[in-house]
């Protein structure tokens, strides 16, 4: 079983819907969770961060964490084509002084005009 | 812009060759984190280093090996390539290797 599994999707929506991207996890250690943008051919781009449960909002973006039941999400309101990319979650725990960051799978997502 | 630079941006080789990715941390980061990105495989981790000292290693292969130098920079040596080793190769830096991770734009490795 892997320790952070996400739907690869891909996923398309159309312009202005409320897009909800999620990942499960198996590790109780995990502390930090992430949410990265990557669009083609580029580097992950860091777009949430948050280490408790609960909402977190930033703009059109929202990063919900429910460590109770090791499930994480990232919602997408008004959605634009700009916003279509592959949408990473990934999560962080120290070990013996040295941060482990595992990443999903990664979601591909298409917003059509 | 994330501040991490590496080079080259494409690099393309044939089986059992050897490559160097360079890799140049964001101004004041001292840990380096380098990873591998490929279809089936998704983003792995595979070494980190903190202020020129080996920090913590992930899924890398024997054939290969990383360094960072005095500067921060960091080199990532990949060795007796195969087909498989074919993939995106990405630089990570952060302040003291417990903070969020940035990343560069990354190494498009094509072994033939």
């Known amino acids: 079983q892997k320790e952070v599994e996400q739907d690869p999707g891909p996923l398309s929506v159309p312009e202005g819907a409320i897009v909800s991207l999620n990942c499960t996890y198996s590790n109780s250690a995990f502390q930090y969770f992430m949410w990265y943008r990557q669009y083609s051919r580029k580097g992950p781009e860091l777009l949430m961060y948050?280490?408790?449960?609960g909402n977190k909002e930033d703009g059109r973006f929202t990063a919900q964490v429910d460590k109770s039941s090791k499930y994480i999400s990232l919602f997408i309101r008004d959605s634009q084509p700009s916003d279509s990319a592959t949408y990473l979650c990934?999560?962080?725990?120290?070990?013996?002084?040295?941060?482990?960051?595992?990443f999903g799978q990664g979601t591909r997502l298409t917003i059509n005009p | 812009d994330s501040g991490v630079t590496q080079t080259p941006k494409h690099l393309i080789t044939a089986t059992g060759q050897r490559v160097t990715l360079r890799c140049s941390p964001r101004?004041?980061?001292?840990?380096v984190y380098w990873y591998q990105q490929s279809l089936d495989q998704g983003l792995q981790f595979l070494i980190q280093y903190y202020n020129g000292e080996e920090r913590a290693k992930g899924n890398i292969l024997e054939r290969f090996s990383a360094q960072q130098f005095p500067d921060l920079h960091s080199e990532l040596n990949l060795s007796s390539l195969e087909l498989g080793d074919s993939a995106l190769y990405f630089c990570?830096?952060?302040?003291?290797?417990?903070?969020?991770?940035?990343f560069g734009p990354g190494t498009r490795l094509l072994v033939l």
């Open positions: 101004s004041g980061d001292l840990s």
């Open positions: 990934a999560m962080t725990y120290l070990i013996q002084g040295a941060q482990k960051l595992v």
């Open positions: 990570a830096s952060s302040v003291s290797g417990r903070e969020t991770q940035y």
């Open positions: 948050t280490y408790s449960s």
